[in-house]
Antibody, heavy 121, light 107 residues
């Protein structure tokens, strides 16, 4: 069965850092692009970052560019999000999601359960 | 950035009702439009991709249509398990953007 499991969330002070991980199983991780999507409390979904299967293409939302870094280790079937200079507005549930993209069409067909990041002093 | 606007933001409906949710893009996105369902405390679930393709395992009462800037998600006969929030998302260009969501509640 296909699974994504996020970890690494927690409480951090403004200006602090956190590294999220997403462990994949049940599929050939190295064949898929991956995404991080977040959801602030009571708010809608916000795309954070995407990475292609071989890490050749990486994209970020303007709200996190220069502060967050997405990466992956295909040998470990894992996706990461290094978050630096955290702000209160980064408080959210962070989901990793698989992109099975067919040609130029991208969508997110498998999601993890999410990990909660709280930025507060 | 492409803005995605959903309407209504919420609606009340009864089991068996036909429900239509609209999503409008701020510029043409062809059929690069996906729909997700989310229940409280749960991760989103893909329902429809490329505007009208039904994701495997999703009941056929869900359908999507549209192209360009205007899209709709239709639930032909609302079931108890369909009460949730529905969000559209464009994948035409980065940054990928979601609509604000439509909460479907029990009347």
């Amino acid at each position: 069965e296909v699974h994504l499991v996020e970890s690494g969330g927690g409480l951090v002070k403004p200006g602090g850092s956190l590294r999220l991980s997403c462990a994949a199983s049940g599929f050939t991780f190295s064949s898929y692009s991956m995404n991080w999507v977040r959801q602030a409390p009571g708010k809608g979904l916000e795309w954070v970052s995407s990475i292609s299967s071989s890490s050749s293409y990486i994209y970020y939302a303007d709200s996190v560019k220069g502060r967050f870094t997405i990466s992956r280790d295909n040998a470990k079937d894992s996706l990461y999000l290094q978050m630096n200079s955290l702000r209160a507005e980064d408080t959210a549930v962070y989901y990793c999601a698989r992109d099975p993209h067919s040609s130029s069409y991208h969508y997110m067909d498998v999601w993890g359960k999410g990990t909660t990041v709280t930025v507060s002093s | 950035d492409i803005q995605m606007t959903q309407s209504p933001s919420s609606l009340s409906a009864s089991v068996g009702d036909r429900v239509t949710i609209t999503c409008r893009a701020s510029q043409s996105i062809s059929n690069y439009l996906n729909w997700y369902q989310q229940k409280p405390g749960k991760a989103p679930k893909l329902l429809i991709y490329t505007a009208s393709s039904l994701q495997s395992g999703v009941p056929s009462r869900f359908s999507g249509s549209g192209s360009g800037t205007d899209f709709t998600l239709t639930i032909s006969s609302l079931q108890p398990e369909d009460f949730a929030t529905y969000s559209c998302q464009q994948s035409y260009s980065t940054p990928l953007t979601f609509g604000g969501g439509t909460k479907v509640e029990i009347k």
